[in-house]
């Protein structure tokens, strides 16, 4: 941990994910002074499912900002002045009207709704909502929910994102940023406001969603008990954003020519909008800077296809995690490994195609191929998907990009890395702070203090974004994976139809599909 200044605000801010619950306490320059962490239990009731026990919301940004301020002096603590919010988007769940939980949330991962895509996903409510048809969106899986438990919809009070239900357990209020329930794809994105149409489709109804406030306003005052519990003021909850477009805040990605792009259990990059704009290769969300946008491109199969393979097909004793001796043969591989290419649909593919029924594939085998070229062209498939995804992304907004800020698990393996560097054919320079989306909020919640003399996020981004290394691209090797990306590009439409097939097979012979669920 970093030493605090000594004078200025501090400000606490949370992010929960998918896995847990991180708080920091941070201060006027960026630096984080204090870190509490909690775990959060995945739960996959089913094949396809994934869920989590909403209470463990709570309870681990609870536990996590107690072990966050615990290890603070009192006149630090006297110092905190304001408490900020971000969350995994597109998780939502039912509770009463005192936030007892009705079932378990559904998580952005889960994709038990390719039927609900497939039925209700139309190029005019990705127009309305900013949101192409896709597994993640909330609105298709409230949909599932609205047909396999209409009654429970029917007694829910309330039906809110991640940090709505945070929200409500920090303030008693039920009440969250536009730039969290954007996700769940009920909004008319150019108004960032619920769209009756939307509601209809995912079977719920205006008074069950929480109320709106724009990033960076109040939410409420914190509860006396917990500034008891926690021995700090009653500080102003401030709204946050998701920790996507969090991420891009605390690397002060907040110019359209600057992107941010996050290598963890999923990929993405995105950049700042002024307007509302739609197209098919990014998806666009509310920003986390008020009445702006992020248009992001997504792959779903990031650092978690890394890890499966490392996983299943790695060394047992390390349970998945990095692996020194399979890094080194995968870089002594040449770029394409002699002809090996991969789609990299483990979870279907978002980014350009958004389909929610697509496969994996990996295609060129020669008995020359090992473990090191597998895992080569995993890396090599991820990365020359976003390097075409950014670019399409600049064509269509009209904006060249000029930087790119790094952060995520991925970025720490060099291997990675420099794939990432040499597809995308430019530098991308390193955020100091791992935990980059729980940062994103400290910069918004620290803006609502005026500390730097007006409550511009912006500006407050600007101050707090610490950056370490940049990598350079090779040239050589960028031209090298343009070619390599002509030829993957064909293989999703080469594959469609048989993908389609598969899709069906899969629902007629379901255990088939389970089986293939190894341990």
Not at 7 to 23: H, M, N, Q, R, Y
Not at 28 to 44: M, Q, W, Y
Not at 393 to 411: P, W
Not at 416 to 421: D, G, L
Request: aromatic share 8%; with cysteine; proline share 5%.
């Amino acid at each position: 941990m970093a030493s605090a200044s000594v004078d200025g605000p501090l400000v606490i801010a949370i992010d929960s994910s998918t896995t847990s619950t991180k708080a920091i306490i941070v201060d006027v320059e960026g630096n984080v002074i204090s870190l509490g962490r909690r775990e959060i239990a995945l739960l996959s009731p089913e094949q396809g499912f994934g869920e989590h026990d909403p209470r463990q919301w709570w309870t681990s940004t609870r536990e996590a900002v107690g072990e966050a301020v615990g290890k603070l002096t009192p006149a630090e603590k006297e110092r905190i002045k304001a408490f900020g919010i971000t969350h995994q988007r597109e998780s939502f769940a039912p509770f009463t009207a005192d936030g007892t939980p009705l079932r378990n949330g559904i998580l952005w991962l889960d994709i038990r709704a390719a039927d609900q895509i497939l039925r209700y996903g139309t190029p005019e409510i990705h127009q309305l909502s900013g949101k192409p048809a896709d597994v993640t969106p909330a609105i298709y899986k409230m949909a599932w929910v609205k047909e396999h438990q209409p009654d429970l919809w029917a007694s829910a009070e309330k039906i809110t994102t991640v940090s709505g239900y945070i929200a409500f357990c920090l303030t008693g209020k039920w009440v969250d940023s536009t730039a969290c329930s954007d996700s769940l794809g009920l909004f008319d994105i150019a108004k960032l406001d619920y769209d009756e149409r939307l509601l209809e489709i995912a079977g719920v109804r205006r008074e069950q969603m929480a109320d709106l406030v724009k990033p960076g306003q109040t939410l409420g005052a914190l509860k006396p008990e917990l500034a008891k519990e926690w021995g700090i003021a009653e500080i102003p909850i401030v709204a946050g954003c998701g920790d996507g477009q969090a991420a891009g805040v605390g690397a002060a990605a907040v110019t359209p020519d600057v992107a941010y792009l996050n290598m963890g259990t999923a990929v993405n990059a995105g950049v700042t909008s002024p307007e509302y704009q739609f197209g098919q290769v990014y998806r666009t969300l509310a920003g986390g800077i008020p009445d702006t946008y992020i248009l992001e491109v997504l792959q779903s199969s990031g650092n978690y296809l890394a890890t499966w393979f490392r996983r299943a097909l790695g060394k047992p004793e390390l349970a998945g995690a990095p692996d020194p001796e399979l890094e080194a043969l995968a870089a002594a591989r040449t770029p394409g490994s002699g002809g090996l290419i991969t789609l990299p649909y483990w979870n279907a593919v978002q980014s350009p195609y958004w389909d929610p029924i697509a496969r994996g594939a990996v295609v060129g085998w020669r008995g020359t191929h090992g473990k090191g070229s597998m895992y080569r062209s995993l890396l090599e498939a991820i990365c020359i998907e976003m390097s075409r995804s950014l670019h399409a992304m600049e064509e269509a907004t009209g904006v060249k990009l000029t930087a790119v800020r790094g952060m995520g698990g991925g970025l720490r393996s060099p291997l990675w890395r420099q794939i990432m560097t040499d597809a995308i054919g430019l530098p991308i320079t390193g955020c100091k702070e791992e935990e980059i989306s729980a940062l994103g909020a400290a910069v918004i919640a620290m803006a609502s203090t005026g500390v730097f003399g007006d409550t511009s996020i912006a500006t407050a981004a600007q101050k707090m974004a610490q950056f370490t290394d940049k990598s350079e691209p090779n040239m050589d090797e960028h031209e090298v994976y343009a070619e390599l990306g002509e030829i993957q590009g064909r293989l999703y439409s080469n594959l469609k139809e048989t993908n389609d097939l598969l899709h069906e097979f899969a629902k007629r012979h379901p255990d088939a599909e389970l089986s293939g669920a190894e341990e």
